[in-house]
């Protein structure tokens, strides 16, 4: 089973508008990642949020982290036409130390679409 | 140049053929993985490697075997290829260090089996 789950699958908004994707995991983790994904080409990462850490932000991204609930929201703000792309959480997960395995788990994305 | 570079970038087979998968890395990562993405699904990961000598299976290595020729090098084999299999294929790479683990990603090798 998937370990990441993106709400919603697709997302469709006006350009200027905010975009808010959530992600939901399963178990312990050491980091949670978000992910860009240009159509048929390579990811590439966006941000990263340490167990630890409740909110974090980069440019037009910020990305929030409750444990409690194992959920993740990554918002983007003023969103542009060529923020169109899909996104990825993948999460890291934590050995019962709480030393990361290393090797991520990703959900299954969110389409995002914006309109000129 | 792409520091994680893949190839072929696209290829079509048939069913019962052997393919290799080829990555090859400047950043001098350590760890280096294979994910397969499906259309609609996310990456799961197939075979990852820490260091020259270490191989791991993923969650999906089935089918997959892989082989870490050099720190740089890290191949995916098909030994017989099944329609199945048609999927695109990432290379990634990463570093060890305290609160990092960021994936850096090949553009991606896209294969079809008939």
């Known amino acids: 089973s998937q370990q990441g789950e993106e709400d919603p699958q697709a997302l469709s908004i006006q350009e200027g508008e905010n975009a808010t994707m959530n992600c939901s995991y399963k178990?312990?983790?050491?980091?949670l990642q978000w992910y860009r994904q240009n159509s048929g080409r390579g990811l590439v990462h966006l941000i990263l949020?340490?167990?630890?850490?409740r909110e974090k932000h980069s440019g037009r991204l910020r990305v929030t982290l409750d444990t409690s609930k194992k959920s993740s929201s990554l918002l983007i703000t003023a969103s542009r036409a060529a923020d169109t792309a899909s996104y990825f959480c993948?999460?890291?997960?934590?050995?019962?130390?709480?030393?990361?395995?290393?090797?991520?788990?990703f959900g299954q994305g969110t389409i995002l679409t914006v309109h000129p | 140049d792409a520091d994680v570079t893949q190839t072929p970038r696209n290829r079509i087979t048939k069913t019962g053929k052997r393919i290799m998968l080829e990555c090859s890395q400047t950043?001098?990562?350590?760890?280096m993985y294979w994910y397969r993405q499906d259309p609609g699904l996310g990456l799961r990961l197939i075979y990852y490697?820490?260091?020259?000598?270490?191989?791991n299976k993923g969650e999906i290595s089935d089918g997959y075997s892989v082989s870490r020729q050099a720190q740089a090098k890290f191949s995916l084999s098909l030994e017989s290829a099944i329609p199945n299999q048609t999927a695109l294929y990432f290379c990634?790479?990463?570093?060890?260090?305290?609160?990092?683990?960021?994936?850096?990603f090949g553009e991606g090798s896209r294969l079809t089996v008939l």
């Open positions: 950043k001098g990562h350590d760890r």
């Open positions: 490697s820490f260091d020259v000598k270490d191989i």
């Open positions: 993948a999460t890291d997960s934590a050995e019962a130390g709480g030393t990361s395995y290393g090797k991520l788990t």
């Open positions: 949020i340490r167990s630890n850490e």
């Open positions: 990634a790479t990463s570093v060890l260090g305290l609160g990092t683990g960021e994936l850096f």
């Open positions: 178990t312990s983790i050491n980091n």
